[in-house]
């Protein structure tokens, strides 16, 4: 069986039965108390709590973390407040000007849910501020005598300019407090290095909830356009490289519905669509998704590359883990995609015109894998023309017909360039794409494995974990399999219980 229908099936079985629905709820609200205890709009540290200090200072792609210990009633840290905020406006945020380097985070002390957080760093007085690498502080903490730590107590830190200058001496940089959004001229492109794509699963991330976010903006959820977000949030469930992708994807699915009423865009209902319940107010992927960032997509200009770039990671990585069965299913649950989502009009006309062309359905995931990647060589080779001529591409990172040479050299059969084109070997470009986009693409991600420790996240992961690197011990795919057939039938009553409901909302 297919992993769409099987966590389709699964899911609804989560929703029918008592005890999953509170899983599902269970990490609906954890999403909800990461969302509430972050700070307000001006603030820029984030706000860690028990609950969340683990997957959020494990999930960030910085290299490194402060973590401020305070108490919110204490005078002292009121006014080291704006002082560290200055230095937590240059590393955090979408406007940050050196992204991706230091998570600024801050815990209250004063809140009991962390007195055992706090307890662990040995917290003796107010604010206390460590540093160190963000995996050192999961399942990590302090002592004083404890020698050789790889976290650290900032001793100097009690104003911005001296803060900025302990970093600096730590990580040998020029970090200025007064420091402006610069165009990454000295960004290195190393397009030819294949561990860069690592870096991409942040990108996924990224892309993912700025798509959600642009899909609200736009109010482009309409009555003929909410079976295809529904199809994509199913691809999204079972394949999103990102664990907390295919979490948050889940719960929008199940509580569909509920978070995208038919009538979310009518008079009446546009007062509630920043409350409580609303698709507006949830975070797919959760809150601590960096934004602004692009690790892998970032352009050597402020307005190049970023979230297409990031979109086309996300399809690319989708069309390497579905499995044969699921390959029609996957074409047009992404074309119609980016026929109804993607607001570049000329892109999602020319991506309409190339899914149309299409003539007979996709019947294995490596014809579809390589359709993707053909179809990105013909964008490619037609911006390479256009951006040449206006000027308005990336000088770092011009477009190509790929993988290039260096990437990939097996991918093209000896010397020969055909009429301006190139002959590849086929399947060496599918085991390429499927290492690159599959293995590699999570391998960040698989070192933090240990971090995730929510059921439904293990539940999830153990099936839709990417199609070439599960393998499932016999006796447990039969058990789920016979499973999901029984869960089939439920599952084909609540979604009847949920079509019923439909005509009540409109
Ligand atoms: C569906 C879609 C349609 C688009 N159509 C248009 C359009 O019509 N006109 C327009 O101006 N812009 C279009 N864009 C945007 C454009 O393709 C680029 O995304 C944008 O110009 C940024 O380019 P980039 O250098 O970051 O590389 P991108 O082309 O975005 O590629 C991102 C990364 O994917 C990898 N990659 C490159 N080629 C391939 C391939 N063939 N297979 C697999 N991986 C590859 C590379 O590592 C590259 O860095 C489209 C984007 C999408 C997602």
Redesign the pocket.
């Known amino acids: 069986m297919s992993q769409v229908l099987l966590v389709l099936n699964l899911l609804s079985l989560l929703s029918l039965s008592s005890g999953a629905t509170s899983l599902s709820l269970g990490s609906r609200s954890i999403l909800r108390a990461i969302d509430n205890e972050n700070g307000g709009p001006h603030d820029y540290a984030v706000d860690l709590n028990a609950s969340n200090f683990d997957s959020v200072i494990g999930d960030t792609p910085a290299t490194f973390a402060v973590v401020e210990f305070f108490a919110h009633w204490c005078p002292a840290c009121r006014n080291y407040k704006p002082h560290y905020e200055k230095v937590a406006r240059l590393f955090n945020g979408p406007d940050a000007v050196h992204p991706g380097i230091i998570l600024m985070s801050r815990v209250d002390c004063a809140l009991k849910i962390n007195t055992k957080l706090c307890d662990k760093f040995s917290v003796v007085h107010y604010p206390m501020l460590f540093w160190g690498p963000p995996a050192k502080f999961v399942a990590g903490g302090w002592e004083p005598k404890q020698e050789k730590s790889e976290i650290r107590l900032i001793d100097d830190g009690r104003t911005a300019d001296r803060l900025i200058n302990w970093i600096n001496k730590q990580t040998d940089s020029s970090f200025g407090l007064d420091d402006e959004k610069f165009e990454n001229e000295h960004l290195s492109s190393n397009v030819s290095d294949p561990v860069q794509i690592a870096r991409a699963v942040y990108d996924v991330e990224e892309v993912t909830s700025t798509a959600f976010e642009i899909i609200l903006e736009h109010k482009m959820i309409k009555s003929e356009t909410r079976a295809s977000l529904i199809k994509f949030l199913q691809l999204l469930v079972a394949h999103h490289p990102s664990r907390r992708c295919r979490r948050g994807s889940a719960d929008v699915l199940v509580n569909f519905d509920d978070l995208c009423p038919l009538d979310m865009w009518s008079p009446s209902k546009q007062g509630d669509n920043n409350g409580e319940g609303t698709l507006g107010n949830f975070q797919i992927c959760g809150k601590g998704v960096p934004r602004g960032y692009w690790m892998f ?1 970032r352009g050597s200009k402020n307005d ?2 970023g979230f ?2 990031g ?3 996300l ?2 990585s989708l069309s390497v883990r579905i499995e044969d069965g699921e390959s029609q299913f996957a074409f047009t649950a992404i074309c119609e995609f ?1 026929h109804n989502f ?1 607001v ?1 009009e ?2 999602r006309q ?2 309409y015109d190339m899914c149309s062309s299409v003539s007979s359905p996709f019947k294995t995931s490596r014809d579809f894998a390589l359709w993707l ?1 053909s179809a ?2 013909k ?2 080779e037609r ?1 390479f023309k256009e951006e040449a001529f206006l000027g308005t591409g ?1 000088p770092k ?1 011009p ?1 190509m017909i ?1 993988p290039p040479k260096q990437l990939c050299s097996s991918c093209r059969l000896s010397q020969s360039e055909k009429n301006n084109g190139i002959d590849w070997d086929q399947e060496e470009v599918l085991k390429f ?1 499927t290492n690159y986009y599959g293995k590699i693409l999570v391998s960040l991600r698989k070192d933090k494995k240990n971090l995730g420790n929510d059921r439904f996240d293990g539940f999830l992961e153990d099936l839709a974990v990417s199609a070439n690197a599960v393998a499932v011990p016999l006796g447990a795919a039969l058990a789920i399999a016979v499973a999901s057939c029984a869960f089939g039938a439920l599952a084909c009553c609540w979604r009847s219980q949920q079509k019923s409901r439909k005509p009540r909302r409109s």
């Open positions: 997509c190049t590359r297409s770039c979109l086309w990671v399809l690319h980016v993607f570049c000329e892109c020319h991506f990647w990105h060589n964008v490619n911006l990336d990172f477009k790929w794409l």
